[in-house]
């Protein structure tokens, strides 16, 4: 009996003990990560300018929310009331719906951001948003050992955590990286519920999906993913009606989000309030799908924000792909039953980001308008988790790649505060992964 129950207490300590170390590295990615992206706040988007026209909006929405006048913005607009934290001239991008102004970004955002911008305007609300994009990569190591173990795991979410594309991205006042955080915590939870199918994590995965649209309407392709194997790993669990309750919470927060929209906007989504012609996706038919197929190669090679340019680590994604395909043609796991649940969650970290990438290509309008790069700062963590299992197997192409990433923001951070015209990116123009209009 008592030989018996000593290798139970051992994988209990065990248990313990790495979870007690995921918890100690969690801190260590969220804390540095928090001052580095305290370090890019501030940093010129355009020659002259460190906000762009949409965070400039998006900030007027939350003044209007502060001080009391609701999310029409028709006031604000008149008044300039800009002014306190954007030197250009704004003009709003949508119609009035029954008399009221309101900006296509949607009441969500707007309304998140209030509590900091009340407590200390613009530089909270960065600050705030900072906060959330690390939390967001502390997460990203978490799923990274769900492939290996650290110190791959926690490197891989620094390396991406570090990139260009992340640091920019993390202070720039746009939903984006806070869907990131959300759809990452949203995909550890659910892989969780495959491991265990109790209706506490399931519950939470669907609370944390239901407000991603919300924020973001371009990030309801990654969150769908998710909602999706959700459903499906409680099905096979004999949990059909955990899975049905989950799958509620969604459906419910979208229908509230098409009838408030409907009221609000006029249509199924904020888009429909914006003043040009035309559905928000400016897709009228098969021809605007096919030209927008270049963009595959432009977001990854784009001197302005290609992916790869800027965060090379990214390329080990394709490596992990290459190790899933790998062990999937080898069939490991008849060998080695915990490769199947390698190869799950990379698999499912992979659709991930193939959904967001999709949704990059297809969906967003212009490259100067909502630029895809916003977009794809969606699947950041989930590519940063994606990535460890690689990272892994190539330590040395790895180490290298990160390091670049690392240079890149280093010499960013540094040459933005000494470049008199605020044009600094690689090799020329506005700081990258900030053309968004």
């Not at 590295?25 to 990560?33: G, N």
């Not at 371009?218 to 004999?238: K, Q, T, Y």
Request: with cysteine; glycine share 8%; aromatic share 8%.
């Amino acid at each position: 009996m008592a030989a018996t129950a000593r290798p139970e207490l051992a994988q209990a300590r065990l248990a313990r003990a790495m979870r007690h170390e995921g918890r100690r590295s969690a801190l260590l990615v969220f804390a540095l990560l928090l001052v580095v992206y305290a370090a890019g706040i501030g940093l010129p988007s355009t020659p002259g300018r460190d906000l762009r026209p949409s965070e400039a909006r998006a900030l007027l929405t939350t003044e209007s929310l502060v001080s009391g006048g609701g999310f029409d913005v028709s006031d604000e607009y008149r008044t300039r009331a800009w002014r306190d934290f954007y030197d250009g001239e704004l003009r709003p991008k949508s119609d009035a719906v029954d008399g009221r102004l309101l900006d296509t970004q949607g009441a969500a955002f707007p309304a998140l951001l209030a509590p900091a911008y009340a407590i200390g305007g613009r530089l909270a609300v960065e600050l705030f948003l900072a906060a959330i994009a690390a939390a967001g990569f502390a997460v990203a190591a978490a799923l990274g050992r769900r492939l290996v173990p650290d110190p791959w795991a926690t490197g891989s979410a620094l390396a991406v955590g570090l990139s260009p594309p992340a640091v920019l991205a993390a202070t720039t006042i746009s939903p984006a990286m806070t869907c990131a955080a959300l759809v990452a915590g949203a995909a550890l939870l659910a892989l969780r519920v495959r491991d265990d199918s109790h209706g506490g994590p399931a519950v939470a995965c669907a609370l944390l999906l239901a407000p991603v649209i919300w924020l973001f309407p371009l990030a309801a392709a990654p969150a769908a993913v998710v909602a999706a194997a959700l459903f499906r790993w409680l099905r096979r669990r004999r949990r059909a009606w955990t899975g049905i309750a989950a799958i509620e919470i969604v459906l419910i927060s979208l229908i509230v989000y098409i009838s408030v929209n409907g009221r609000l906007y006029g249509g199924w989504t904020p888009y429909s309030a914006d003043a040009a012609p035309g559905p928000p996706t400016a897709i009228e038919g098969v021809g605007d799908v096919v030209d927008r197929l270049p963009r595959v190669a432009t977001l990854w090679l784009d001197p302005a924000f290609g992916v790869l340019l800027y965060a090379p680590f990214l390329a080990l994604g394709f490596g992990s792909l290459w190790l899933l395909w790998q062990s999937r043609r080898d069939r490991l796991s008849r060998a080695f039953p915990a490769a199947v649940d390698v190869e799950v969650a990379a698999g499912f970290l992979a659709a991930i980001c193939a959904a967001t990438f999709v949704a990059a290509v297809v969906f967003v309008p212009s490259l100067g308008g909502r630029v895809p790069a916003e977009t794809l700062a969606v699947a950041l963590p989930c590519a940063a988790g994606l990535c460890a299992w690689a990272l892994r197997r190539w330590v040395r192409l790895g180490t290298v790649l990160a390091a670049i990433g690392v240079a890149l923001t280093c010499w960013m951070l540094v040459a933005a505060r000494l470049d008199g015209d605020g044009a600094v990116s690689p090799p020329r123009g506005s700081v990258p992964w900030a053309q968004i209009d």
